[in-house]
């Protein structure tokens, strides 16, 4: 099985396992995407502004003395979007609605995270090609 099909799995059951998860998605570091469970959305953008909000995310836990991100979450006046670190490669977001029981979410995910973790050096063919020239 690829590993594409494997990240979609684990979405896919997260998915089901919660009430009110609309929708997941896997990007690398860099903004590339791995897999998704998503309703609807241009995933490529998603994937990339996942990236940038994680990479600021990352910087101000850094800056600010409080350790490795590990999560982190937005909500808005539709719902939510919770940020899950895997690794130093990847980002889990996990897309739900206004009545989400949020606690069960990151009760949920967190396995699913250290599947991915597991999982992530695999994710090596969705690194942006080195453009250095030596």
């Given at each position: 099985?690829?590993?594409?099909?494997?990240?979609?799995?684990?979405?896919?059951?997260?998915?089901?396992a919660v009430d009110g998860v609309d929708g997941a998605i896997v990007a690398t570091?860099?903004?590339?995407?791995?897999?998704?469970?998503?309703?609807?959305?241009?995933?490529s953008q998603t994937a990339a502004l996942i990236s940038a909000v994680v990479g600021l995310a990352r910087h101000a836990v850094e800056l600010t003395g409080?350790?490795?991100?590990?999560?982190?979450?937005?909500?808005?006046?539709?719902?939510?979007?919770?940020?899950?670190?895997?690794?130093?490669?990847?980002?889990?977001?996990?897309?739900?609605?206004?009545?989400?029981?949020?606690?069960?979410?990151?009760?949920?995910?967190?396995?699913?995270?250290?599947?991915?973790?597991?999982?992530?050096?695999?994710?090596?063919?969705?690194?942006?090609?080195?453009?250095?020239?030596?």
């Open positions: 099985m690829n590993v594409e099909t494997e990240v979609a799995d684990e979405l896919t059951a997260l998915r089901a570091s860099d903004g590339l995407l791995v897999a998704h469970v998503l309703p609807e959305a241009e995933q409080r350790g490795e991100l590990r999560e982190a979450s937005i909500r808005g006046t539709s719902g939510h979007v919770l940020f899950f670190a895997v690794g130093d490669t990847a980002v889990l977001a996990v897309l739900t609605g206004v009545e989400v029981n949020l606690a069960l979410v990151q009760l949920r995910a967190r396995p699913v995270v250290r599947r991915l973790t597991a999982l992530a050096p695999r994710f090596v063919h969705f690194t942006a090609p080195s453009t250095a020239t030596g």
